[in-house]
């Protein structure tokens, strides 16, 4: 199982097995296509990636709704997915102009500032590979974890302390992975995100996870339009 979030030299992955205590590494890669190589060369049966795959289109992505309203106080983590004929628009006016035009809203500079990265993915993968490669959303995954929206922002001492508690049952190491020689570039909230998509990946290979939005729907290129916790 692969959790994987992005950070700013590329992408940093949690391999993990299926149950607790199962051995645990961490990695980083400078290209999704070698992440989603680990389907390919059976490394990993399930990959759970931290960005938007499956993008609607005349409406804005119901699994964004649900995850919102799962967030309760924390639904500003969650920025709304672009629509899929914006991803062509090379400058954020023209993004948002044709976002606004197929969904009646515009798009932020997040969302656009994640174009490539969401290009990337999307090259890396086929529909066919899905559910074994599912989008999650890490703030998502902590909240089913814990039952309830978390209380501190991720990059708050008080937030990583939250999160490296709810995550320590399920990867004990945690700690001393946090103490040890850090990974160049990759920060401390990369690094819990990354273990919250490894936590969502073993629910998937165990058939236990969460998927929110419409399950039938797929985009042009055939991809999902869910997310999973």
């Known amino acids: 199982m692969c959790g994987v979030?992005?950070?700013?030299?590329?992408?940093?992955?949690?391999?993990?097995?299926?149950?607790?205590?199962?051995?645990?590494?961490v990695l980083v890669a400078a290209d999704f296509a070698d992440i989603a190589q680990m389907i390919t060369n059976g490394a990993a049966s399930v990959v759970a990636v931290d960005m938007p795959i499956g993008l609607d289109r005349g409406q804005r992505r119901s699994a964004d709704q649900?995850?919102?309203?799962?967030?309760?106080?924390?639904?500003?983590?969650?920025?709304?997915?672009?629509?899929?004929?914006?991803?062509?628009?090379?400058?954020?006016a023209e993004a948002t102009a044709l976002a606004a035009a197929d969904t009646g809203s515009g798009l932020s500079m997040q969302a656009f500032r994640l174009f490539p990265?969401?290009?990337e993915v999307r090259a890396a993968i086929t529909a066919k590979q899905q559910p074994a490669i599912s989008e999650v959303h890490?703030?998502?995954?902590?909240?089913?974890?814990?039952?309830?929206?978390?209380?501190?922002?991720?990059?708050?001492?008080?937030?990583?302390?939250e999160r490296v508690e709810l995550l320590e049952p399920h990867f004990p190491k945690i700690r001393d992975r946090?103490?040890?020689?850090?990974?160049?570039?990759?920060?401390?909230?990369?690094?819990?995100?990354?273990?919250?998509?490894?936590?969502t990946a073993r629910r998937i290979a165990n058939g236990t996870a969460v998927v929110l939005g419409d399950t039938d729907r797929r985009d042009s290129q055939g991809f999902r339009l869910t997310i999973t916790a």
């Open 5 to 25: 979030d992005g950070y700013p030299d590329g992408w940093v992955a949690v391999l993990t097995g299926t149950s607790v205590g199962d051995e645990t590494t």
């Open 66 to 92: 649900a995850a919102r309203q799962l967030l309760g106080r924390r639904r500003s983590s969650m920025f709304t997915s672009p629509p899929e004929v914006s991803i062509a628009a090379e400058t954020h």
């Open 117 to 119: 990265r969401i290009h």
């Open 138 to 161: 890490p703030e998502t995954s902590f909240a089913v974890l814990a039952g309830q929206p978390l209380d501190h922002a991720k990059k708050d001492l008080a937030g990583i302390v």
């Open 178 to 199: 946090l103490l040890s020689t850090p990974l160049k570039g990759v920060a401390v909230d990369d690094l819990l995100d990354a273990h919250a998509a490894a936590w």
